[in-house]
């Protein structure tokens, strides 16, 4: 897909615990221009992932608008929403999240299998995604088979296979070595380069430095 703007406007997000109201969000406003490289820092509590979910359409706003492209987000039905999600955004996460009985080329399918791509098709992308990422030796193996720097190669390969606009990374380094985590950043890198969008969430001083924009999130307010 094409770049796409992404626009928060006093994004508000609420939680309900027992009497008292939890502000995870409070009056975001974020623009992420189209081909951006930008990381979001803060420590745990700070509302990093309330804040990815949101970007990522995994949650809604309590108050606010959230525009991709300019499409208003809440405007969709759940089912509109799901199918945009997939076309527009990939994921990844720090704990990788790829099913233990599928070897590699099949996770990075499955996405696909969920947008009824033709199976032709899925294996083409899947494969030409794996050998992107250095994989072409490791299709055939099990997350049990391969290191941390490979499952998570594998969940990048997932993310890119469906061609969308926007990556969205959780700590996609955090549960990496030094080099592992090196090789994922330099992958990442290399997405944004060619005009993909490029999202990290991050604790790390050392990761954001290396994205062009920084944000930082405290107390649920972005500076």
Known sequence: MEPVRLEL??????????DTVIQALQNVNLVIEPGEYLSITGQSGSGKSTLMNILGCLDVPTRGKYRIGGQDVQAMSSGELAAFR??????IFQSFCLLPDLNAMENVELPLLYQKVPRKERRKRAEEALVRVGLESRMHHRPNQMSGGQQQRTAIARAIAS????ILADEPTGNLDSASGKAVMEILGELNREGK???IITHDDKIAKTTRTNVHICNGIVS
Request: hydrophobic share 25%; with cysteine; charged share 15%.
């Open 86 to 91: 997939s076309r527009t955004i990939g994921f």
């Open 9 to 18: 406007e006093n994004i508000c997000k609420e939680y309900q615990q027992g």
């Open 163 to 166: 061609q969308p606009s926007v």
């Open 197 to 199: 969008t490029v999202v």
